[in-house]
């Protein structure tokens, strides 16, 4: 009995000392997970920390070598440069192509991915097929031709050669679909046996269960939109209708460019991608969370 007693005593102390040293590399592997993060964090915050500070610094110590990485002596010069522009004009364009297209992706591409998801009809499969390959072209080589088509329509220069051809984007129907096919048949039978017809069952009882992927959606959308600079470029011919990231490059000379206003310039172009963020982060998140379980 006691040699029993013995040897149950040193299976609990083998099995503390082991439990002892399973917390510790946890621990040790907790400390230095959060320490990967916090580097990361930095390393994609510091650009952002750079074109703020640079805001403020003058012409002369923005380009200084080594840098100055604090203003020391903050100056509000560029800023007033760079509002002596039509700047606002600029902003509002920007804001209302983005906001425009947003929306109409989001509804478009929902009422489409639901469509290609859960109806049968003929040429469904091709359907898909033909919108994954248009996924693999690059905008770049529909430029041309789009051009032409809207020189003929008369768009050019007007927000409807801005807002409209982004509106059936293959990436958001792809992404609808996907999510559409998550959603139970027998919720929408149970609709339709309710009463319910196709557009009270998309709008009460599909469109609430996509909000994840939409909110995921409306962020892809938005900043693409706002930072489109190639499209805008060749869309656009006059300053009233340009938008922010090109008025900001034609403060750009040929022989100088004042970064101090440039940095100006992106600082205020990031304030609404970010405030869209903060409004759909939750739905972005709970969007990502859904696309990597499912």
């Avoid at 690059?138 to 807002?163: C, E, H, N, R, S």
Wanted: aromatic letters at 14%.
């Amino acid at each position: 009995m006691k040699a029993q007693s013995q040897l149950d005593m040193k299976k609990k102390f083998s099995f503390a000392r082991n439990k002892k040293q399973i917390r510790e590399e946890v621990s040790v592997v907790k400390i230095i997970s959060i320490l990967l993060l916090i580097l990361s964090a930095l390393f994609f915050v510091f650009p952002f920390y750079w074109i703020i500070t640079g805001a403020f610094k003058a012409q002369v110590v923005a380009i200084t070598i080594p840098p100055e990485w604090f203003p020391l002596n903050p100056v509000l010069d560029n800023w007033v440069t760079l509002f002596s522009n039509p700047v606002w004009r600029w902003t509002f364009n920007s804001f209302f192509i983005a906001s425009s297209e947003m929306i109409a992706v989001c509804f478009v591409s929902a009422t489409a991915g639901f469509v290609l998801a859960k109806k049968e009809f003929p040429g469904r499969k091709i359907i898909f097929v033909v919108l994954i390959a248009a996924m693999a072209l690059p905008k770049q080589v529909i430029l041309v031709p789009l051009f032409t088509m809207l020189a003929d329509f008369g768009w050019v220069d007007t927000y409807k050669g801005l807002i409209l051809p982004a509106i059936g984007w293959p990436f958001g129907v792809f992404l609808m679909k996907q999510f559409s096919q998550t959603i139970p048949n027998e919720l929408l039978e149970a609709a339709r046996m309710d009463g319910c017809g196709e557009i009270r069952t998309f709008w009460h009882i599909v469109l609430p269960m996509l909000k994840p992927a939409l909110g995921a959606l409306a962020i892809f959308t938005f900043m693409l939109s706002w930072n489109d600079y190639f499209s805008q470029l060749v869309i656009t011919r006059s300053t009233d209708m340009m938008t922010l990231p090109l008025g900001i490059a034609t403060m750009q000379g040929e022989h100088k460019t004042d970064y101090g206003v440039m940095m100006a310039g992106a600082a205020l172009a990031s304030i609404p991608m970010i405030i869209i963020f903060t409004l759909f982060q939750k739905s972005f998140t709970q969007g990502i969370t859904m696309g990597s379980v499912k």
